[in-house]
C-alpha cells in the first residue's frame, strides 16, 4: 500500500495529467484522531499559509539557475539565490518548516514554495526524501529526512527546515537505503549505516556504524554514485570502482560465469593506472589456453566479504546513475551502464555499451530513459513508454534531469521540460505559480 501511495504522489506532483491516481485516494487511511500535526500544516485551501509578497509571476515561476528533481518532489534555485521546493512534503522535504506524514494527498505543495533558513551556495541535490547543498568550504546545509536502521538501532536524521549537517568537509553526499557515503576534501570515501550488504566499503558484513568510518577498500575517487544497497566510485585513472549490492546484480557484476581476463577484478589487484586489454562485448569470453588455472567466480570473490571490484571499464570521464542504473561515459563519448532488474528497465549486471545518440555525448541524465547530451548540444533519449519527448524544447539546457515521463533542464534561465503526452514544465507546478 505504502508504495501505491507514493507513486501516486509522484503523479499528483510530477505528471498530474496522468488521472490513474484519482481513482486510489480513497484507500488511503485516514490521520488518526490522536494525530494534530497534520492540522497545523496541512493546506487544503491552499491560503492559510501562503503569503501573496512572496507568490512569483507566471513568467518567473519557472526562472532558475540549477534545479534537482525526484519523483515526488524537487527543488530549484533562483538567480537571487533563493531555493524553492514543491511536491511531496511527507518528511519536510520542501524545507518549508512542516511536514504531514499520515496523508500523501495532502502534504503535496503544487506551488514552488519558499525554503525557510539560510540554504547558502552550492548545487541542489535531492534523494530518498532528503534536500541539501555541499557549500564551496566542504560544510552541507540539508533538510528532510534519512533513515538508517544498523542492527537493531533505528537512526534517523531529520529537519523541516535547512540547518548544518555534522560532517566533516565534504566534495559529495551519496544517500542509499540504511546507509549514506562521503567524498571527504582529500577524496576518501567514509560511509555510515548498515553493512549486511557490504555498503560501507570496507570489505567486510557487519552491522555497520552510526558514525562516518573510512571505505578503506575502496580507495580515493572523483565521483561517487549510490543506488540502494550499491555504491561506485570513478578513480582518477579513469577506472570505475564498485562495492555493495546483492549478489552483485547492481555492481556491474555478472555472478553467472568464471572471471575471465577483462572481466572484474578485485579491488587492488591491478597497479593504479594499469587498465584490462579490453572490453569484451555482453556475454562473450576471451579464449582460454589449456591448462590455465580454474577463476573463482564473481559470487565466490563478492558473497563473503563484498569486495570492492573494478569494473571492466577504463578511460572514464563521467559516472551517473538513478533507477537502479549506473552509467559511465567514456572519454571517446560513448556510454556504458549496467542495471538491476525493474519494471522499467530488464537489468543488465555487466557493463554494456549504450547506442542512444549519433555523436559523441558530453553529459549523461539517467532515468527511467537514459538521455545524453551530444557535443552539438543537442540532446537524445531513449524512447519512453510516455510517449515522445519534444526534445527540440532542450536543445543546449543545462542541469538535466530525466524522471518518470519526463526529461526537464534549463535553458536560457527557465526551467523547460519535454514529457510524454505533450506535457511541458506546466506540470512541475499544477496548480500555477
Known sequence: MRQSLLACALVLAIAPQLSACSKSKHAADPPSESDTSGDAHRDTSGDAHRDPSKELASTEAIAAVDISLQDAYGCLRQSS???????????????????????????????????????????????????????P???????????????????????????????????????GYDFYCVVTTDKLVRCAGSNTHGELGRGTVDAGNKKLAPALAVGPVEELVIIEHSACGLRSDGSVVCWGGAWGVDLGIDSSHDVQPGDVQPAGVQPAGVQPAGVQPAGVRPAQGGGAAPH?????????????????????????????????????????????????????????????????LVELAVGPELCGVQSDGELCCEPSSYGEFDLARLRAAEHITVRSGMVCGIVDGRVRCAGGHGATESALFPEGP
Open 137 to 175: 568550504d566542504g560544510g552541507v546545509t540539508a533538510w528532510g529526512g534519512h533513515s538508517m536502521t544498523i542492527g537493531s538501532e533505528f537512526v534517523h536524521w531529520n529537519d523541516l527546515s535547512p540547518s548544518k549537517w555534522n560532517l566533516p568537509p565534504v566534495l559529495q553526499i551519496g544517500l
Open 296 to 360: 573463482p567466480s564473481v559470487g565466490e570473490l563478492h558473497k563473503v566479504d563484498r569486495t570492492p571490484v573494478v569494473l571492466p571499464l577504463s578511460k572514464i570521464v563521467k559516472l551517473r546513475g538513478d533507477y537502479r542504473r549506473m552509467c559511465a561515459l567514456d572519454e571517446a563519448g560513448s556510454a556504458w551502464c549496467w542495471s538491476a532488474e525493474s519494471q522499467q528497465l530488464p537489468g543488465n549486471p555487466v557493463p554494456e555499451p549504450i547506442s542512444i545518440c549519433a555523436k559523441p
Open 81 to 135: 539565490g533563493a531555493v524553492l521546493c514543491w511536491g511531496r512534503n511527507a518528511g519536510g522535504e520542501v524545507g518549508d518548516g512542516t511536514e504531514v506524514p499520515d496523508d500523501p494527498f495532502s502534504n503535496v505543495r503544487l506551488r514552488p514554495t519558499l525554503v525557510k533558513g539560510e540554504v547558502g551556495a552550492g548545487p541542489l541535490h535531492t534523494s530518498l526524501g532528503m534536500s541539501w547543498v555541499v557549500h
